[in-house]
């Protein structure tokens, strides 16, 4: 999900600028940029590692490691309201004064503050871990000259948005929290079968992809349809992998989801040197992500069929 997330923050914010009247090339940047704050949220994972080594030097019973990681996961980093908070934290810092940098200390000191009240120790070093990773993207933004008021924007768009992206692949983010509040209780299911379901979260994710390719695209005045080559056409074969792989599901996912995805190296095509011709970044990209459509799509009909 990591790629749907960057690249639906990337699409809303760059076709949003162009609405606004901004330049293509401005939109653009801005909409790499709420990309950039939609990956943010998920760095919350760097307690996986560190909470499996203490576990192992430490013997922690596991089912505490899992409540724990529950907590963790999806719960402040996927929060709206710290979303918002640290979207004004890091645009405070990226004001390049002295007292915007106090302001937005204070602001993520806070937010920190917060999460360690609420949850914990545990919880406030992961919250610490999201907050940096906010205002690294936010300096990096401010040392190449984006003013703060678009830091805050884009780190909006990016940082609220994600949440509601990891609505039908497992448990429903804590989007209050640290209120004990429920927006959401259950996964969004998609089809009662579990494979289906799958498929269709899977499809979402693509359709994500095509949505931000579509964006950068049009902004360069560059057909699609011309940039697919016919060799995408190869990912159909993918429906026999009905007949090799066990029916995949949300929590069994792995074997489908990396097999599908290594379709996309159809986008490379096969090289000729040395007469071969430049490569078409975008048109490999697209013929690539193609690939894996089909595949999809094509494994779906199998499923049906057989």
Known sequence: MFVGHSLAA??????AARRLGVCRDRALRFGALAALFALVPDVDIVYAPVGLALQSVQTVDPDAFWNTANVVHRGPTHSLL????????VAFLATGRRIGHVAGAGVIAGL????????????AGVTAVYAVAGAAVATGA???GVPARWVLAAASIGLLSHPFGDLVTGTPPLFLYPFDATLVSHRITLHPDPTLHLLAAFLIEIGTVWLGIRTYARSHGVSIRQLIRLRAGLGTGYAGAVFVIPPPTIHDASVFVFSVLALSVIGTGIPSYPFAKPVDTLGTIVTGTAAVTVGAVGYGVAYLLF
């Open 112 to 123: 920190i503050a917060v999460a360690g009240v609420a949850g914990g120790g545990v919880v």
């Open 82 to 89: 710290f979303g918002g908070v640290l979207a004004v934290g």
């Open 142 to 144: 401010r040392r190449r």
């Open 10 to 15: 990337f699409a809303v914010g760059a076709l």
